[in-house]
């Protein structure tokens, strides 16, 4: 893998790191952080593969070396750099969430919702010839439509913190020096992104697990073979609420996947109660983040 944020050490940053490196670890450092008009680096060891280049994104061991090549060995110091970095990593870790952020139309849920409580009436006998009642299945269409309703109002804000995140991630990615200005802007942005993004992960698993996806599924499934009822005037809500339940199971399965990574388990409960730790209270992540990092793999920790 790539770390599109970090480059091979060079010169003193390479140097300043090379009594630390051990078998099958790569040294990286990050663009130039300015503080108070001084530049600095993170320079930090990653896993190696077998073959070259990165195994994993995770630190082994970092420092901060200003530009002249003295190593910063103040924990203060050293930790406020730290924050760039953990800030600007979150930021490359958002890039495809970005990416879709942007692609957002508001229109194509708000015509579903427009209609749905008509669609709910309309489905009204197809649920009653259901096992489990119209109870059931009303109750999971609202709770569908209140989902729909949540994840177009959050999508709409993050299309606009997207937008505000584009320029910042492109410099990033070039590995442009980078301002304390600038960091700070990005982080109050991504922990907004991220929080947003976390609300949607949550109400999409809650409707999962509730089984409200899957009877939505089967009422829509059931309607199509059903000669009673006429949905000709809802068809395209109706086909958009299929596509949306088909990108909804595929999400709950790469969000299982993505649980493998930061939170070691495709459990949804146990991804779900990580996610929750980011939420409540609003703590800033990426502090936390860095307070982590810091304690586990700061070479001058005691």
């Known amino acids: 893998m790539k770390i599109p944020i970090m480059e091979p050490a060079t010169g003193v940053y390479l140097e300043a790191i090379k009594e630390y490196i051990k078998f099958r670890q790569l040294p990286l450092m990050s663009a130039d952080y300015i503080l108070h008009g001084k530049r600095y680096k993170l320079v930090g060891l990653y896993k190696k593969r ?57 229109s194509f849920y708000e015509e579903i919702l427009e209609e749905a409580e008509d669609i709910t009436n309309t489905l009204v006998p197809v649920m009653k010839k259901m096992r489990l009642g119209e109870e059931k299945y009303q109750k999971s269409f609202q709770h569908f439509f209140d989902v729909l309703r949540l994840w177009n109002e959050k999508s709409i804000v993050l299309e606009r913190v997207a937008r505000e995140l584009s320029d910042p991630l492109q410099l990033i990615l070039n590995r442009e020096a980078v301002d304390e200005e600038m960091y700070k802007k990005v982080k109050n942005l991504v922990i907004q992104f991220v929080n947003d993004t976390d609300i949607r992960s949550i109400a999409l698993i809650d409707l999962y697990q509730e089984g409200s996806l899957f009877s939505v599924k089967v009422i829509l499934s059931e309607a199509d073979s059903d000669k009673t ?63 982590e990092i810091m304690r586990e793999k700061w070479v001058f920790h005691k």
């Open 50 to 106: 077998l073959f070259g280049g990165v195994s994993s994104r995770m630190l082994l061991k970092f420092m901060i070396v200003e530009q002249n090549g003295t190593i910063i060995k103040d924990a203060e110091l050293s930790k406020k750099i730290l924050e760039f970095y953990c800030t600007f990593e979150s930021l490359w870790l958002c890039e495809k969430r970005i990416a879709a952020a942007l692609k957002h139309d508001p």
């Open 229 to 291: 009822i006429n949905l000709t005037k809802y068809k395209k809500s109706i086909e958009n609420m299929k596509l949306i339940v088909r990108e909804s199971t595929n999400a709950i399965q790469t969000t299982r996947m993505d649980g493998i990574g930061y939170a070691n388990t495709t459990d949804l409960n146990k991804i779900k109660e990580v996610i929750q730790k980011r939420l409540y209270p609003k703590e800033d992540m990426i502090t936390d983040y860095a307070n």
